[in-house]
């Protein structure tokens, strides 16, 4: 049995691959990855269990991308990701890297328990 559909906007290959492989890991085998730029109209036509957005895109940023998406009227759930240590949220729930799959486990169980507090390392 698989999970639901996720959407991804990452910029950096090696990062898409390995988000990839470890959301397979976990059961999710409807990954879709695009730009942060496509991330709303594709939430406009396809359903997705939730959304990672990295923050920093060369095309754009994602937590901008979130409140588009909110704006826009999409509830889908959103983790932001982000390698910068010092970027906080009061909107969305962040995961830092670098993570695991562990931490990437727990940070889907939270996101889908509606909890809003995420560890820092």
Same mark, same amino acid.
């Given at each position: 049995?698989?999970?639901?559909?996720?959407?991804?906007?990452?910029?950096?290959?090696?990062?898409?691959?390995?988000?990839?492989?470890?959301? @397979?890991?976990?059961?999710?085998?409807?990954?879709?990855?695009?730009?942060?730029?496509?991330?709303?109209?594709?939430?406009?036509?396809?359903?997705?269990?939730?959304?990672?957005?990295?923050?920093?895109?060369?095309?754009?940023?994602?937590?901008?991308?979130?409140?588009?998406?909110?704006?826009?009227?999409?509830? @889908?759930?959103?983790?932001?990701?982000?390698?910068? @240590?010092?970027?906080?949220?009061?909107?969305?729930?962040?995961?830092?890297?670098?993570?695991?799959?562990?931490?990437?486990?727990?940070?889907?169980?939270?996101? @889908?328990?509606?909890?809003?507090?995420?560890?820092?390392?």
């Amino acid at each position: 049995m698989s999970n639901g559909r996720v959407l991804i906007a990452e910029d950096e290959h090696m990062v898409r691959a390995v988000l990839c492989n470890m959301l @397979n890991n976990l059961g999710y085998i409807d990954i879709d990855m695009v730009c942060c730029g496509r991330a709303a109209h594709c939430l406009s036509s396809i359903k997705y269990e939730f959304v990672m957005l990295d923050i920093h895109m060369p095309s754009c940023y994602g937590d901008d991308a979130a409140h588009l998406i909110r704006t826009l009227g999409c509830n @889908n759930k959103i983790l932001l990701i982000t390698g910068d @240590n010092s970027f906080d949220s009061n909107d969305f729930p962040i995961l830092y890297k670098p993570f695991g799959l562990e931490e990437l486990r727990a940070s889907i169980e939270i996101l @889908n328990s509606e909890k809003r507090v995420f560890e820092r390392k």
